[in-house]
């Protein structure tokens, strides 16, 4: 069973960065896609950055050049890189993991992720 555990959420002014780590057990990264998902107050929840088996990265347009996904495989854990935080950027953040080997080249649907982790708030004030 896949067991995904968020960290590094927090309280930072605009401009400001953040690192959020996942750490991930019961599962081989090979096997899987990882992608971050945000969920603001008020709206859906929405993806932000995924990366596949093979290495393949995604990002949503809201954050490209700001954020950087990327994984530490001997260590199990996923990350995002959070630079030139905005406002808008506020919400909880969750990582998810998908059973899949393939090259993705856009990022699954929320639904068709089969873990999810219980989320890191994100806070940024103006």
């Known amino acids: 069973q896949v067991h995904l555990v968020e960290s590094g959420g927090g309280s930072v002014q605009a401009g400001g960065s953040l690192r959020l780590s996942c750490a991930a057990s019961g599962y081989t990264y090979s096997d899987y896609y990882m992608g971050w998902f945000r969920q603001a107050p008020g709206k859906e929840r929405e993806g932000v950055a995924g990366?596949?088996?093979?290495?393949?990265?995604t990002y949503t347009d809201s954050v490209k050049g700001r954020f950087t996904i990327s994984q530490d495989n001997a260590k199990n854990t996923l990350y995002l890189q959070m630079n030139s935080l905005k406002p808008e950027d506020t919400a909880m953040y969750y990582c998810a993991a998908k059973a899949s080997r393939a090259r993705w080249y856009g990022m699954p649907s929320e639904r068709q992720f089969d873990h999810w982790g219980q989320g890191t708030r994100v806070t940024v004030s103006s």
């Open positions: 990366i596949d088996g093979t290495g393949y990265v």
